[in-house]
Structures are given as structure tokens and as C-alpha cells.
Nanobody, 117 residues
Framework: QVQLVQSGGGLVQAGDSLTLSCVVS?????FGWFRQTPGRDREFVAG????????YYADSVKGRFTISRDNAKNTVWLQMNSLEPEDTAVYYC?????????????WGQGTQVTVSS
């Protein structure tokens, strides 16, 4: 099975930047970042293909978040800029067999991102 180990997260002020990382074992068709707030369904944030040539973003983060990967290091990042309190959530990395990766197949354990104003 694909294994995913996350790192990053924390408490930042509105307007700040933060980077999340995820180390992935094995090959995946695509990769996605998701986030979840209590009482709401887990929502898609950003996705990237194995080649890194294709990227897809939710409208809520376009122009602010960037997904990238380094296959040599088996690592995927989510660079988050201009963070807003509405971005506060638990963020999850996930592998996917679909494009765009709107549904995850294997998941990391999540990390808390809190944005204060």
C-alpha cells in the first residue's frame, strides 16, 4: 500500500505563508491536498500529476496556493501564501487513481493549520 507521512502546519497570522510537505512511498497516478473543518466534508484543495506537468486548484485557493513535487525525494509540497482565517483546517495529503484527484485513495494522518487575524 501507498504510505504518506506529513509534516508542517502550525499557527500563523493572516497574510503569512506556510509550507506543508508529504513524503510518499511508492508511485501514485496523481496526488492531492485536502482540508477538513469540523462539521463539513473533506474538500479538495490542489492536485498534481505524477509527471508534475498538470496541476489543478480549487477556486478558493487559486493564485495563493502552489502544489509541487520532487520525485527524486518522494516529496510533495503545498506552498500556502496570503493565508486567511478561512484557510484554518486540518490538511491531508492523499494519493489518487483519478485526474483530477478529487477523491483520495490513501491518506496521510493530517496536520493542523490555524490562521489568526
Amino acid at each position: 500500500q501507498v504510505q504518506l507521512v506529513q509534516s508542517g502546519g502550525g499557527l500563523v497570522q493572516a497574510g503569512d505563508s506556510l509550507t506543508l510537505s508529504c513524503v510518499v512511498s511508492g508511485r501514485t497516478f496523481s496526488f492531492g491536498w485536502f482540508r477538513q473543518t469540523p462539521g463539513r466534508d473533506r474538500e479538495f484543495v490542489a492536485g498534481i500529476s505524477w509527471s508534475g506537468l498538470n496541476r489543478y486548484y480549487a477556486d478558493s485557493v487559486k493564485g495563493r496556493f502552489t502544489i509541487s513535487r520532487d520525485n527524486a525525494k518522494n516529496t510533495v509540497w503545498l506552498q500556502m501564501n496570503s493565508l486567511e482565517p478561512e484557510d484554518t483546517a486540518v490538511y491531508y495529503c492523499a494519493s489518487s487513481n483519478r485526474w483530477p484527484p478529487l477523491v483520495g485513495d490513501a491518506w496521510g494522518q493530517g496536520t493542523q493549520v490555524t490562521v489568526s487575524s
